[in-house]
């Protein structure tokens, strides 16, 4: 499915830090796309683009990760890092679907806006039902946009939270027994 090594490492200890950056900052970018329309335009397609790439990034990370999984001795905490990395995978469907729906949104409603402009320019009836069009438009539009912006900020958190349990598990699995706290060789 993707890379278990790169020059003879690990490909899970390199691409978690794909998905470690990727995945926050998507979740950031679907909140301020979500939140702040003025954001949204100016981000257009690279939100959804951002998102993409984080939610390919994590089965890459998770396969090369398991890879690793059958190569290590058993561990309790290995296999919780493990269980806890298969969790990701929706949040990050989550993002990039809110992601798209948001870009989405934001085309349709420039369209109607620019459509609109250009009908009352001609005036007369057309004028008369654009502005019906419009302003129902404007209450369905407010409506996608507060559901928009509440699952955007319920799957941003989810997928950080998830984000850090994963890491906080990965990094108790990596360092548990692995250091002392006091320094030794005379150090």
Known sequence: MGPTQINGLPAHALLVHVVVVLVPLA??????SALWPAARRRLGVLTP??????LVSVPLTTHAGEWLERRVPPDELVHRHAELGDGLLPWAGGLFVLAAVAWLVARKTAATVDGGAAGAADGGVAATTDGRVAATARRGGLAVTIVLAVLSVVVAVGSVVQIYRIGDSGAKAVWHDSF???PGNGG
């Open 180 to 182: 002392t706290p006091a």
């Open 49 to 54: 683009a951002i998102a993409l790439v984080a």
């Open 27 to 32: 979740a950031l970018l679907v909140v301020l």
